[in-house]
């Protein structure tokens, strides 16, 4: 399969697939948005009108439509499963918002219907892997040019988030993202996660613990410890340091802003948000996937990556309840993930 341009389904048009769509259409070349599909009819009409696409309400429907090619899904998570799979019988390429499935045992039900089909048709949207700086930090450990990588530290905080957001949830949907970048970085798989809580903050009323400290150890025992504040009061930040033998690189220090807080002191320069700060990335990724589909292969994280994320975070969870450090249960990689 060779394409010129590519017919695009964007499956959920909520905050995600709204954006998408935005780009497949304005940025994205060899791309053309011909369904837009949600199970709420306004939501898809708002985007299909403002792109000059069609409008489907149900996703079945889309994903077998004769003007598409590729899927786009943005629906919420816990409907991916049966779209990826409705995507892999019908061998069309899919790229799946993150997570792949809501568990790792659906996960890999998709690695093993897509390793049956003997090629990949699904990649999974985790667009860290496409911003330059983590690109560069992934060369700079991979060439060893500061001698081997001992260990990473992350950060990941969020101006806010709702009352029914909770620490399972942190790990789940927020720290998903360093589990793929710890994979993608240091290119091994999590072995053990262990998770650390402090103390209720003042900003929420449910008294949860924020921010909490993720502990992972790599196959090889490398360490990567994750902050993961979820009400921070101040913005969206995202960094990482590599520990090296000789040496030490930050990255995420957004128009190295050195004083965060509530007096807004340069603060300015933090993003507000995740589009705001990854927005490049997601144009990239969006390229990377629509040119790489079109030649019928994948070009970014693919099923597998999206199931071992799922299995780090389902430890991840069970290491939070049980307050003790969780081994990482990985099924056999299929010679063609
Ligand atoms: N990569 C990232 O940085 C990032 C950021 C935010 C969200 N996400 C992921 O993107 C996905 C969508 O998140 P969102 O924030 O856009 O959510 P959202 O709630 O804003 O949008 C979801 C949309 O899907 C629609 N929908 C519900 N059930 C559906 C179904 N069965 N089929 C089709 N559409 C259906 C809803 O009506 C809604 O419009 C989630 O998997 C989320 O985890 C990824």
Not at 103 to 119: F, T
Not at 141 to 153: K, S, T
Not at 314 to 336: C, F, H, I
Request: aromatic share 6%; with cysteine; hydrophobic share 40%.
């Amino acid at each position: 399969l060779t394409r010129d341009n590519l017919n695009i389904a964007v499956i959920g048009a909520g905050a995600m697939g709204s954006f998408h769509a935005g780009t497949l259409s304005s940025t994205v070349r060899g791309a053309t948005v011909t369904v837009v599909c949600d199970t709420d009819p306004a939501r898809a009409n708002a985007i299909a009108d403002e792109i000059g696409a069609r409008v489907e309400t149900d996703p079945l429907a889309a994903i077998n439509a004769e003007d598409v090619d590729a899927v786009l899904l943005a629906s919420p998570g816990d409907v991916h499963e049966p779209q990826v799979m409705a995507c892999l019988k019908r061998q069309i390429p899919v790229l799946c918002e993150k997570p792949l499935t809501i568990d790792a045992e659906s996960s890999y039900r998709i690695v093993q219907a897509e390793a049956a089909l003997g090629r990949q048709l699904v990649q999974v949207g985790f667009m860290r892997r496409f911003d330059d700086e983590y690109i560069r930090l992934r060369e700079i450990i991979e060439r060893e040019e500061l001698g081997a990588a001992l260990l990473l530290h992350l950060a990941h905080r969020n101006k806010d988030a709702p009352e029914w957001f909770t620490p399972a949830m942190a790990i789940t949907e927020s720290v998903v993202h360093e589990v793929d970048c710890i994979r993608f970085l240091l290119g091994e798989e999590i072995d053990s996660v262990s998770v650390f809580q402090t103390v209720p903050t003042t900003r929420t009323d449910s008294r949860v613990p924020d921010p909490m400290a993720v502990m992972f150890q790599t196959a090889s025992g490398r360490l990567a410890d994750v902050e993961i504040f979820i009400r921070t009061g101040v913005g969206y930040e995202v960094r990482t340091e590599l520990v090296a033998e000789n040496g030490f690189v930050q990255i995420g220090r957004d128009s190295s802003a050195l004083v965060t807080g509530p007096t807004n002191r340069r603060s300015t320069t933090i993003s507000p948000s995740f589009i705001e700060r990854f927005g490049r990335a997601y144009e990239r990724e969006l390229q990377s996937w629509v040119r790489a589909a079109a030649n019928g292969t994948v070009g970014g994280a693919t099923a597998w990556d999206g199931y071992a994320a799922q299995a780090v975070c389902e430890a991840g969870v069970a290491a939070l309840e049980t307050r003790s450090v969780t081994r990482v249960e990985l099924g056999d990689r299929p010679d063609a993930a």
